[in-house]
T-cell receptor, first 113, second 113 residues
Framework: EAGVVQSPRYKIIEKKQPVAFWCNPI?????LYWYRQNLGQGPELLIR????????DSQLPKDRFSAERLKGVDSTLKIQPAELGDSAVYLC???????????FGPGTRLTVL | AQTVTQSQPEMSVQEAETVTLSCTYD???????LFWYKQPPSRQMILVIR??????QNATENRFSVNFQKAAKSFSLKISDSQLGDAAMYFC??????????FGGGTRLMVKP
């Protein structure tokens, strides 16, 4: 069984540029999570989806961040425009229902110059 | 859990020896899980072990076991017979009703040959 897939693995951009991250969860997992992990810290939840509905996005900086999960499968997280402080690893995780173990992808390391 | 604290930024253990990583938490949830995740340099978060808060028996997974002290809100991880492959960042985490994880700041474990 394939795990959670994320792309790209690395992204380097200039500040004020837009950037997007893609996540493909494990087949059959209806719950999807986006986390941000700053250097030397634990991940922090940004948003949680149940199917195509964002059920908790209270930690998502909505002025520049947006996310979507069309058809309740793949998800995209976007930042526009990026700021220096957005440099971090963005992790995607999925689970079958919102009560079970979360499986994480390898993350996307974003560097904003 | 709403707050998770790991007080040991780094730990070191000799190969084949035993090491204990500490974690304390605070939560208003009555029913919750606690987790230990391993994150090697590849960035993939891997679940090591989990504990259901209502279970008094400490969880065990091969060389990994926990000491769950609910009244003290303590959740430590013991690694027996340490191996070189155990070297990684270890994160303690707890979930809330929506299964959203709150992570501690992590402990870097080094294993000396």
């Amino acid at each position: 069984e394939a795990g959670v897939v994320q792309s790209p693995r690395y992204k380097i951009i200039e500040k004020k540029q837009p950037v997007a991250f893609w996540c493909n969860p494990i087949s059959g997992h209806n719950t999807l999570y986006w986390y941000r992990q700053n250097l030397g810290q634990g991940p922090e939840l940004l948003i949680r989806y149940e199917n195509e509905e964002a059920v908790d996005d209270s930690q998502l900086p909505k002025d520049r961040f947006s996310a979507e999960r069309l058809k309740g499968v793949d998800s995209t997280l976007k930042i526009q425009p990026a700021e220096l402080g957005d440099s971090a690893v963005y992790l995607c995780a999925s689970s079958y229902l919102a009560v079970n173990e979360q499986f994480f992808g390898p993350g996307t390391r974003l560097t904003v110059l | 859990a709403q707050t998770v604290t790991q007080s040991q930024p780094e730990m070191s253990v000799q190969e084949a020896e035993t090491v204990t990583l500490s974690c304390t938490y605070d939560t208003s949830e009555s029913d919750y899980y606690l987790f230990w995740y391993k994150q090697p340099p590849s960035r993939q978060m891997i679940l090591v072990i989990r504990q259901e808060a209502y279970k008094q028996q400490n969880a065990t997974e091969n060389r990994f076991s926990v000491n769950f002290q609910k009244a003290a809100k303590s959740f430590s991880l013991k690694i027996s017979d340490s191996q070189l492959g155990d070297a990684a960042m270890y994160f303690c985490a707890g979930n809330n009703a929506g299964n959203m994880l709150t992570f501690g700041g992590g402990t870097r474990l080094m294993v000396k040959p």
